[in-house]
C-alpha cells in the first residue's frame, strides 16, 4: 500500500516537471520579411545588423545579441519600428 503512494506520488511530481517544462518551450515568433526588412532599416541607421528578430507581439519586436560599430546591444523597436529600448549585452 505505502509502496502504490510512493510511486504514485513520484508520477505525480515527474508530470508537474515535464508540464512545467512545456510551458517554458514556447516557440517564438519570429518577424516576417517584410517586418524584419523595417527593422534591419532602423538599425542600420545606427550602425547595427540583427542576427535574428522575434516578434514579442503586434506591437513590440526584440533583437537578442545586435552587433553594432559600439558594441553589442538588445534592442527592443514599437510597431512603427523605432527603437524603445536599447540596453549594452554584456
Request: one cysteine or more; charged letters at 30%.
Amino acid at each position: 500500500m505505502i509502496k502504490n503512494i510512493v510511486v504514485a506520488l513520484a508520477f505525480l511530481a515527474a508530470g508537474s516537471v515535464s508540464a512545467g517544462a512545456q510551458e517554458d518551450d514556447t516557440v517564438e515568433e519570429m518577424a516576417s520579411a517584410e517586418e524584419a526588412q523595417k527593422v534591419n532599416e532602423t538599425l542600420a541607421k545606427i550602425g547595427c545588423t540583427a542576427p535574428a528578430i522575434e516578434k514579442e507581439s503586434e506591437t513590440l519586436y526584440e533583437i537578442d545579441d545586435a552587433t553594432c560599430e559600439i558594441g553589442q546591444y538588445d534592442i527592443k523597436l514599437n510597431g512603427d519600428f523605432k527603437i524603445v529600448v536599447m540596453s549594452l549585452d554584456e
